[in-house]
DNA sequence: GCCAACGTTGGC
DNA sequence: GCCAACGTTGGC
C-alpha cells in the first residue's frame, strides 16, 4: 500500500463534504507531476487530507482510495472551471480518482506544528515552495502525523 | 491583498 | 530549444 498526501481548498471541498458525502470524485488536478501520481494510486492506498488556503493550514483527516485513476470528466465539459479545450478527447490528459472517508482527525494537524517537528523532517509537502496538490507521503511521515493528529489508526506494516 | 515560487505558453 | 511573459498556488 502506498500513502499520500492531497491538498484541498475547504471553501470548495473539506474534509466536512468528504464525510458527508461518504466518498467524492477527485477532479480538477491540472498538474502533470500530480495527475502522474495519481495514476500510481491504487485502491486502499491511505491519503492524508489536507486543507490548503485555510485558517489554519493543515492536515484533518484520512481519506482512501477508492476508485483508481479514469479520465477526468470535467475536462471536455466547457461550463466547468477544470475545462481544458487542448485535451483531446479520445485521449484525454487529466486524470481523476475516487476518494472515500476514513476519519476525521480528533485535532488538526497545523502545518506551523509539522513544520517544526523533527519526525517530519524531509516531507515533500514542507518543502518550501512545494505547491503540488499531491505528493507520495513516507510511511514513518504519514504514521507520525497520524499520532499528532490524535488517530486510532494502525497501518498495515 | 501581497508576493515568492513554480508551471505553462508561445514567439523566435 | 530558449526564455520572457504570464498564470496559478498558497502561506502569510
Avoid: C
Avoid at 23 to 29: L, N, R
Avoid at 50 to 65: D, E, F, L, Q, R
Amino acid at each position: 500500500m502506498r500513502l499520500w498526501l492531497m491538498k484541498s481548498e475547504p471553501d470548495v471541498f473539506s474534509i466536512t463534504d468528504l464525510e458527508r458525502l461518504g466518498q467524492s470524485i477527485w477532479e480538477g488536478v491540472r498538474n502533470y507531476q500530480a495527475r502522474n501520481w495519481m495514476r500510481e494510486m491504487r485502491l486502499g492506498d491511505l491519503v492524508l487530507f489536507y486543507h490548503s488556503n485555510a485558517t489554519p493550514p493543515g492536515v484533518v483527516g484520512v481519506g482512501k482510495i477508492v476508485r483508481e485513476a479514469y479520465p477526468d470528466p470535467f475536462q471536455h465539459d466547457p461550463k466547468s472551471d477544470y475545462y481544458d479545450p487542448k485535451s483531446p478527447v479520445n485521449e484525454p490528459r487529466w486524470s481523476a480518482v475516487d476518494l472515500g472517508f476514513v476519519e476525521r482527525f480528533p485535532r488538526e494537524v497545523p502545518l506551523e506544528a509539522m513544520k517544526a517537528d523533527p519526525g517530519l523532517l524531509g516531507m515533500k509537502v514542507l518543502e518550501k515552495g512545494s505547491r503540488l496538490s499531491v505528493t507520495p507521503v513516507d510511511h514513518a511521515h504519514f504514521v507520525w502525523v497520524l499520532g499528532l493528529g490524535g488517530s486510532a489508526l494502525t497501518l498495515p506494516t
